[in-house]
């Protein structure tokens, strides 16, 4: 039987996919450290607040080793996508440098990672308009993280941004030519539909040079990053206060994780099924210190809550405390900021009109 495209988004996350996607993954990163300079990343955020510790262990963290081993990356700040589902942009020109900020005190190299924004790409987005007529309405109800989303705005109505954000997501990735996005399980249905909109475009327009399509297929790189639940033992977001953000002081990560949630036994052990608060603690330190989590519960033992209290912060202070110092120093020249920010988006606008001319090209739109 064949399966159909829906089908293929639809199955994007079920046992089979999630298995062929970790081998892929697999065999990409000893790729990798045979010759990183066959790959190009592309990942990116919304500016819709202040990164934060499951940012960090989720995805940041990993750009700076992907840049590190050799592999060219890009990171999108999506300040596009931030009205995909809500009325306002609040105040995004604070929250766009602040992201950079970020990057920058976590480890990214302007000099090795391109840093920029879509509004300041204009061919980026234009390439929405070819790759809208290759996507059906019904694919795009079907996408499971659309659906998602509009479970998540409470009954409103669904805007067209927000419909198409598998579409806009698609030009963020193939606009650079990037053959190589890291994703968790659930944005695999987003990779996906870029996939089928790379081949199918190749299928309808053709191509600008024929030895080789527009643009590549990109693969995933499957996360392996844990990820790491608010202070409240639900996950990290900002609209609920239980996040430990990078620009946070010691004194008020202290703060925040003495308020913790816990449970009544006092034996620290790591058992995320039974214990999920504690062993999230647990977690939390390990990622920091790299030592197990359960050698971490085995060296508290019996003194309770308030000593592993203790030993997370501790471990988190001391692991933020050479990013905040870099944080401190950048947040004080939004001139060299708005540097990085110019630079990336030149080079960044360079790429997306030499895409667009191969596009407008294959479609025979050169006049």
């Known amino acids: 039987m064949t399966t159909t495209s829906e089908d293929q988004l639809a199955n994007s996350t079920n046992e089979a996919s999630l298995q062929r996607t970790r081998a892929r993954s697999e065999q990409i990163d000893l790729a990798i450290a045979e010759d990183p300079s066959r790959f190009r990343v592309l990942t990116g955020d919304r500016p819709t607040g202040r990164l934060h510790l499951g940012h960090y262990f989720g995805t940041l963290r990993n750009r700076v080793v992907l840049q590190d081993r050799g592999v060219d990356t890009w990171v999108v700040i999506a300040d596009y996508q931030v009205i995909t589902d809500r009325d306002v942009v609040g105040p995004l020109r604070e929250r766009v440098l602040g992201l950079v900020t970020d990057y920058l005190a976590a480890g990214l190299d302007p000099e090795r990672t391109t840093i920029f924004t879509h509004s300041s790409v204009p061919a980026l987005n234009q390439l929405m308009l070819p790759f809208l007529s290759l996507v059906t309405e019904s694919e795009l109800h079907r996408n499971p993280t659309v659906k998602a989303e509009l479970e998540a705005t409470d009954g409103r109505a669904m805007s067209g941004l927000l419909l198409t954000y598998p579409v806009h997501q698609a030009a963020d990735i193939l606009f650079c030519k990037a053959n190589l996005v890291p994703v968790g399980q659930d944005q695999l249905p987003h990779l996906e539909q870029t996939r089928l909109i790379a081949q199918r475009f190749d299928r309808r327009y053709g191509r600008a040079e024929t030895d080789h399509p527009v643009f590549p297929r990109p693969d995933a790189l499957l996360s392996a990053a844990t990820h790491v639940l608010g202070t ?82 501790e471990a988190l202070n001391e692991m933020l405390a050479p990013i905040r110092a870099r944080r401190a120093e950048l947040a004080d020249d939004e001139a060299y900021l708005l540097d990085v920010l110019h630079a990336g988006n030149e080079k960044a606008n360079e790429r997306a009109d030499r895409t667009l001319h191969e596009v407008r090209g294959a479609m025979h739109m050169i006049y």
């Open 232 to 313: 409240d033992g639900v996950k990290m977001s900002k609209s609920r206060g239980n996040t430990i953000e990078l620009a946070m002081t010691a004194d008020e990560t202290a703060k925040a994780l003495r308020k913790a949630k816990t449970d009544a036994d006092r034996v620290i052990t790591y058992d995320p099924e039974h214990r999920p608060e504690v062993s999230n603690l647990l977690l939390m330190a390990s990622l920091a210190t790299g030592e197990a989590p359960e050698a971490i519960a085995e060296r508290i033992g019996d003194r309770g809550a308030g000593t592993l209290k203790a030993v997370v912060t």
